[in-house]
């Protein structure tokens, strides 16, 4: 009898709210196992733990502070243990850099930590992290970088935010250059206006933002995490494995 095949492993940064939970949730469903991150909240990280794990797939949690990146050698420390002791493994197959936050502010007014703050979580933590997992990374894997479209389209108050995410765009395009020889796809998704707590939750709780946003979006509506975790974990799929170094966005059809 023939042994059976092993789920594949996905890492997931800011796995445990808003687009990284459903993420997970998503591919849990699709018969992959997940290792997660969240930064400090370890009850919310639990609860996704126990939602992966009822549909059927095992999962990690693993605190980290993408922002930081003094404290990656001790993440890839503990993911290589715990791909060791759970899986029996010394490679994950999937890398997603989701985690982030939202700074909203004018350019005149925007502070030189503001701009910091998002240079650490979304470019130098997205570059970083990768480089310090690439050891842990299966050859014929796949990385998804996540953008926005506020690298496409212009809103007033997201000058450096979206800086950053022109910065990520950029970057999964070297990434996927320089792996290839690994056989590592590397592609972006650029999620339009979500309702989500992000940001604050102004998309969700705002209800003329929201209307706005809608009125300006081809679909007609504003986006739902269910619409981003749906494209990230198609992705990822086998069947998808000639995508590479592409920006797809998710937004509707946001200002076309």
Sequence with gaps: MNA???NPI???T???RGLGRNTALKLAARGVDVVFTYRSRADEAKAVLADIERLGARAVALPLDVGDS???PAFVRAVRERLASVWARERFDYLVNNAGIGIHAPFTETTEAQFDELMNIHLKGSFFLTQALLPLIADGGRIVNLSSGLARFALPGHAAYAAMKGGVEVLTRYLA???GPRGIAVNVVAPGAIETDFGGGAVRDNAGLNQFIAAQTALGRVGQAD???DAISTLLLPQNRWINAQRIEVSGGMFL
């Design 4 to 6: 059976p095949i092993p």
């Design 10 to 12: 996905a890492l997931i």
């Design 14 to 16: 800011g796995g445990s």
């Design 70 to 72: 003094r404290g990656f």
């Design 177 to 179: 250059k320089e792996l």
């Design 227 to 229: 619409d981003i975790g």
